[in-house]
């Protein structure tokens, strides 16, 4: 975790040619490799524990690269991996002879490494910090975060290592070689490696993984979080083919607190259990260590519903223009609540805009009364969605009377009005403008028809044909919508 360990370079774990002698290991000290050093405290953990090893003379040489073939044969002692009956990954300059043979052959079935294009491996090439960031990820298991943005100038888009770079960049493992930079082309030394492997030792155990399986699912969905400050929450897939297949998430944890995640899943077989889970999780340190906590609930949180009439904005110095009061009923008329509390909208820039709390499924029609005198009524739909912990809510401004007006250089000439869309709506025009009045009657659509319009109107490129109007009941109340049907001319021509 970041506040646990800064890890400076992207790295793996080394693999020395010559293993050091017992007593030098058992004695955890290297000559060369002093406590002032920001990887001495891993490389003589790591040497203790038989990980990694010195030369002959006694030294460690932590300014040294490591070969490819040193990274699998550590990784695969870390992670106790099994080399029997493993699959020849039949790379040209690796055989059955070579010492990292069962090693490489085991990281490559894995997934975790891969070869060159041109069939070879490259067991004595040095490993550059990209190739060390994307193994890492793969050896350990841990979370892969997709669509990087940060601020490695020198890790391009193009890069395929990128998402291992940030993720171990995310994870707190690498801080780059300059806040800029991460120096992807780089080789990684053997100070780096061992503290980048004791890092990933330690970051692992903090993680709590979730599998798809476990719920008796083929993968998850609709992965979601509330405050996102408190842990992170990865979709991952266990098919290296299908990156994007969800079959696991990580929760990683960021600091101290509870939040909620939600998800749903796409069922293996027939089931009667719900497709879907909700929980608080509770993340805590306990003794150093981070401990993570779920508690299943099928709470559901009240709800902000945003009143805003008609999209109206205000000008930088215009006063805001308050509510005086906001009474809440059902849409067949049944008071709720004559007095509903409210607050401005966030936005300062919307007028006519206010925030009230739902805690309910239902229609509900809204009435505000604002302080210069008009009164609006919104409909009000809140659905209550089980697999989250909001209401999904849908808000419509009543409109009891649509004036649309069309640009004023636009020749229309006459218009049209289909037979019975009377008995729908009134449609009225004001004499030698484009302003038309409707207001309605009842349910129902129609289509007002610009027959005489004469194409594309001077000063202007749109091409108006005629206008649609529909009429629906919400509630008690009748609401007209209209909208001009057009194109614009310059997509054509």
Same mark, same amino acid.
């Given at each position: 975790?970041?506040?646990?360990?800064?890890?400076?370079?992207?790295a793996?774990?080394?693999?020395?040619?010559?293993?050091v002698?017992?007593?030098?290991?058992?004695?955890?000290?290297?000559?060369?490799?002093p406590?002032?050093?920001?990887?001495?405290?891993?490389v003589?953990?790591?040497?203790?524990r038989?990980?990694?090893?010195?030369?002959?003379?006694?030294?460690?040489?932590?300014n040294?690269s490591?070969?490819?073939?040193?990274a699998?044969?550590?990784?695969?002692?870390?992670?106790?991996?099994?080399?029997?009956?493993i699959?020849?990954?039949?790379?040209?300059?690796?055989?059955?002879?070579?010492?990292?043979?069962?090693?490489?052959a085991v990281?490559?079935?894995?997934?975790?490494?891969?070869?060159?294009?041109d069939g070879?491996?490259?067991?004595?090439?040095?490993?550059t910090?990209a190739?060390m960031?994307?193994?890492?990820?793969?050896?350990?298991?841990?979370?892969?975060?997709? %669509?990087?943005? =940060?601020?490695?100038?020198? &890790?391009?888009? @193009?890069?395929?290592?990128?998402?291992?770079?940030? !993720? +171990?960049?995310?994870?707190?493992?690498?801080?780059?070689?300059?806040?800029?930079?991460?120096?992807p082309?780089?080789t990684?030394?053997r100070?780096?490696?061992?503290?980048?492997?004791?890092?990933?030792?330690d970051?692992?155990?903090g993680?709590?993984?979730?599998h798809?399986?476990?719920?008796k699912?083929?993968?998850?969905?609709?992965?979601?979080?509330?405050?996102?400050?408190?842990?992170?929450?990865?979709?991952?897939?266990e098919?290296?083919?299908?990156?994007?297949?969800?079959?696991?998430?990580h929760?990683?944890?960021?600091?101290?607190?509870?939040?909620?995640?939600?998800?749903?899943?796409?069922?293996?077989?027939?089931?009667? %259990?719900?497709? =879907?889970?909700?929980?608080? &999780?509770?993340v @805590?340190?306990?003794?150093?260590?981070?401990?993570? !906590? +779920?508690?299943?609930?099928?709470?559901?949180?009240?709800?902000?519903?945003?009143?805003?009439?008609?999209?109206?904005?205000?000008?930088?110095?215009?006063?805001?223009i308050?509510?005086?009061?906001?009474?809440?009923?059902?849409?067949?008329?049944?008071?709720?609540?004559?007095?509903?509390?409210?607050?401005?909208?966030?936005?300062?820039?919307?007028?006519?805009?206010h925030?009230?709390?739902?805690?309910?499924?239902?229609?509900?029609?809204?009435?505000?009364?604002?302080?210069?005198g008009?009164?609006?009524?919104?409909y009000?739909?809140?659905?209550?969605?089980?697999?989250?912990?909001?209401y999904?809510?849908?808000?419509t401004?009543?409109?009891?009377?649509?004036?649309?007006s069309?640009?004023?250089?636009?020749?229309?000439?006459?218009?049209?009005?289909?037979?019975?869309?009377?008995?729908?709506a009134t449609?009225?025009?004001?004499p030698?403008?484009?302003?038309?009045?409707?207001?309605?009657?009842?349910?129902?659509?129609?289509?007002?028809?610009?027959?005489?319009?004469?194409?594309v109107?001077?000063g202007?490129?749109?091409?108006?044909?005629?206008?649609?109007?529909?009429v629906?009941q919400?509630g008690?109340?009748?609401?007209v919508?209209?909208?001009?049907?057009?194109?614009?001319?310059?997509?054509?021509?």
């Amino acid at each position: 975790m970041k506040n646990k360990m800064i890890a400076v370079l992207g790295a793996i774990l080394l693999a020395c040619s010559v293993p050091v002698s017992s007593s030098a290991a058992g004695n955890s000290g290297f000559p060369d490799v002093p406590d002032s050093k920001h990887f001495a405290e891993a490389v003589n953990e790591l040497a203790s524990r038989n990980i990694i090893g010195g030369y002959p003379d006694g030294t460690f040489r932590p300014n040294d690269s490591i070969t490819r073939g040193q990274a699998a044969a550590i990784i695969v002692k870390m992670t106790k991996l099994p080399t029997t009956n493993i699959k020849d990954p039949k790379f040209k300059d690796v055989s059955t002879a070579n010492g990292y043979y069962k090693a490489i052959a085991v990281l490559a079935e894995k997934g975790v490494i891969n070869g060159y294009g041109d069939g070879r491996f490259g067991p004595n090439d040095s490993i550059t910090r990209a190739q060390m960031a994307s193994i890492i990820i793969k050896a350990f298991e841990l979370p892969l975060y997709r %669509d990087p943005d =940060y601020g490695f100038k020198d &890790v391009v888009h @193009k890069n395929g290592h990128r998402d291992g770079i940030y !993720s +171990l960049y995310q994870l707190g493992l690498t801080t780059g070689t300059s806040p800029t930079t991460f120096s992807p082309n780089a080789t990684i030394t053997r100070g780096q490696a061992a503290k980048l492997l004791k890092a990933a030792e330690d970051v692992k155990p903090g993680i709590l993984t979730m599998h798809a399986k476990d719920f008796k699912w083929k993968r998850f969905n609709n992965v979601s979080k509330t405050n996102s400050n408190v842990f992170d929450v990865v979709a991952d897939s266990e098919i290296p083919s299908q990156v994007n297949l969800q079959t696991k998430i990580h929760i990683v944890p960021k600091k101290e607190g509870t939040a909620t995640l939600t998800f749903s899943g796409v069922a293996s077989s027939e089931t009667s %259990d719900k497709s =879907y889970r909700k929980y608080y &999780v509770h993340v @805590k340190k306990v003794n150093g260590a981070w401990d993570i !906590s +779920l508690e299943e609930t099928e709470d559901i949180y009240s709800t902000p519903v945003e009143l805003w009439k008609h999209y109206e904005r205000r000008d930088n110095n215009e006063p805001f223009i308050d509510a005086t009061s906001i009474t809440l009923s059902t849409a067949e008329g049944e008071l709720v609540n004559d007095r509903v509390g409210f607050k401005r909208c966030e936005n300062q820039s919307l007028q006519y805009c206010h925030v009230i709390q739902l805690d309910q499924p239902g229609e509900f029609i809204a009435t505000v009364t604002y302080a210069d005198g008009k009164i609006v009524r919104y409909y009000v739909s809140s659905t209550e969605i089980k697999e989250q912990f909001y209401y999904y809510i849908h808000v419509t401004p009543i409109k009891s009377e649509e004036v649309l007006s069309i640009w004023e250089g636009a020749k229309l000439g006459k218009h049209v009005l289909p037979k019975g869309s009377e008995q729908i709506a009134t449609v009225t025009r004001d004499p030698g403008t484009n302003v038309f009045r409707i207001t309605p009657k009842k349910p129902g659509e129609f289509f007002v028809d610009f027959p005489e319009a004469k194409g594309v109107s001077q000063g202007n490129h749109r091409v108006y044909y005629g206008i649609t109007v529909k009429v629906r009941q919400l509630g008690a109340y009748l609401h007209v919508d209209a909208t001009v049907s057009e194109e614009d001319d310059m997509i054509f021509n």
